[in-house]
């Protein structure tokens, strides 16, 4: 393998960890809601999308403000706020009346919200993308790396590390959240049998409430993330949502190490494919991949296989 070569496999294994990360966020507020409620949100590109656009607004109302920094803590902080409300008022308002109901019924209301969600968007800010006028990743420079024999050096943006440093710092505080909080451990004696939970003294009601809230945020914040490497907010931003549905069936729905992990698999596969073969399989190559891993493990690489007796 000659110096380019070589040179190319670091480029596209950066760009697939760094995609991978954002996958993992994104993956990440899925399993979150499956795992206590046993349902998949199919708004959660619309949630990223709403996220993005109160953070872009936020922003946009704290011009005033001098310092760059402060501008992006407090639109950053205002958008958590606001997509814990929405979190809350979701679950309270929609999805708490059909506790009891089928999931198919659910998984059709998470439809028709994600209708909603780009209805009020579009209506509000409108069809053409906004830019943000503030960077959220402070850090524009490049990363330089030579090889003896290479046609050029190569040149990494900085801001995708931080991005991805910062995705994992944050699974990490989630994951600390669940093994040691009074709610973290909650939540998951909810999502192992929600019965048991209640005979312990567990509010269901109120781990759904915690469970979309953090779902809401998770999605917010990819989807912050998203607008400022894309350096716009758009209706295109539940496109991306989308990619996450791979990471959680391969990693497991009810695994959120296997959200991670699969955040990786599926970042690094698409880095590859589009290098290495042609951007237009970038798409298709992770489904490709699922259908092999499905065939060999039915409920993903980590997750609960679940045997019921009838």
Same mark, same amino acid.
């Given at each position: 393998m000659d110096a380019n070569e070589i040179l190319k496999f670091i480029r596209l294994t950066y760009t697939g960890l760094s995609d991978g990360a954002l996958l993992a966020l994104i993956a990440l507020g899925l399993v979150l809601v499956f795992k206590a409620t046993d349902v998949i949100n199919f708004a959660q590109g619309e949630f990223m999308m709403l996220g993005a656009y109160l953070g872009y607004q936020a922003i946009v109302w704290l011009q005033a403000v001098?310092?760059?920094?402060? $501008? /992006?803590?407090?639109? +950053?902080?205002?958008?958590?706020?606001?997509?814990?409300a929405f979190g809350v008022m979701v679950e309270r308002l929609v999805l708490r009346p059909l506790i009891g109901e089928p999931v198919i019924s659910v998984i059709m209301v998470t439809i028709g919200l994600s209708n909603i969600i780009q209805a009020v968007v579009g209506a509000i800010w409108g069809k053409l993308p906004q830019t943000i006028p503030t960077n959220l990743i402070p850090i524009d420079g490049r990363f330089e790396i030579a090889l003896e024999g290479a046609r050029r050096p190569l040149l990494l943006a900085q801001d995708s590390f931080i991005i991805a $440093?910062?995705?994992?710092?944050?699974?990490?505080?989630? $994951?600390?959240? +669940?093994?040691?909080s009074k709610q973290g451990i909650a939540m998951r004696a909810t999502a192992d049998d929600q019965q048991a939970a209640m005979s312990m003294g567990i509010s269901i009601k109120t781990i759904f409430m915690l469970t979309w809230s953090l779902a809401a945020v998770t999605a917010g914040i990819a989807g912050l993330l998203i607008a400022d490497i894309t350096n716009g907010v758009s209706g295109d931003i539940p496109g991306v949502g989308l990619r996450a549905f791979p990471v959680i069936i391969l990693g497991g729905l009810d695994s959120i190490g296997g959200a991670v992990l699969g955040g990786f698999i599926i970042g690094l596969i698409e880095a590859y494919a589009?290098?290495? /073969?042609?951007?237009?399989?970038?798409t298709v190559t992770p489904y490709i991949v699922l259908l092999i891993v499905m065939m060999i493990k039915p409920y993903g690489l980590f997750g609960q296989k679940r045997i019921e007796r009838v």
């Amino acid at each position: 393998m000659d110096a380019n070569e070589i040179l190319k496999f670091i480029r596209l294994t950066y760009t697939g960890l760094s995609d991978g990360a954002l996958l993992a966020l994104i993956a990440l507020g899925l399993v979150l809601v499956f795992k206590a409620t046993d349902v998949i949100n199919f708004a959660q590109g619309e949630f990223m999308m709403l996220g993005a656009y109160l953070g872009y607004q936020a922003i946009v109302w704290l011009q005033a403000v001098e310092t760059p920094g402060v $501008i /992006i803590v407090l639109g +950053f902080l205002a958008m958590v706020l606001g997509m814990v409300a929405f979190g809350v008022m979701v679950e309270r308002l929609v999805l708490r009346p059909l506790i009891g109901e089928p999931v198919i019924s659910v998984i059709m209301v998470t439809i028709g919200l994600s209708n909603i969600i780009q209805a009020v968007v579009g209506a509000i800010w409108g069809k053409l993308p906004q830019t943000i006028p503030t960077n959220l990743i402070p850090i524009d420079g490049r990363f330089e790396i030579a090889l003896e024999g290479a046609r050029r050096p190569l040149l990494l943006a900085q801001d995708s590390f931080i991005i991805a $440093i910062s995705v994992l710092a944050l699974v990490a505080v989630l $994951i600390l959240f +669940f093994r040691n909080s009074k709610q973290g451990i909650a939540m998951r004696a909810t999502a192992d049998d929600q019965q048991a939970a209640m005979s312990m003294g567990i509010s269901i009601k109120t781990i759904f409430m915690l469970t979309w809230s953090l779902a809401a945020v998770t999605a917010g914040i990819a989807g912050l993330l998203i607008a400022d490497i894309t350096n716009g907010v758009s209706g295109d931003i539940p496109g991306v949502g989308l990619r996450a549905f791979p990471v959680i069936i391969l990693g497991g729905l009810d695994s959120i190490g296997g959200a991670v992990l699969g955040g990786f698999i599926i970042g690094l596969i698409e880095a590859y494919a589009s290098g290495y /073969i042609d951007p237009g399989v970038k798409t298709v190559t992770p489904y490709i991949v699922l259908l092999i891993v499905m065939m060999i493990k039915p409920y993903g690489l980590f997750g609960q296989k679940r045997i019921e007796r009838v």
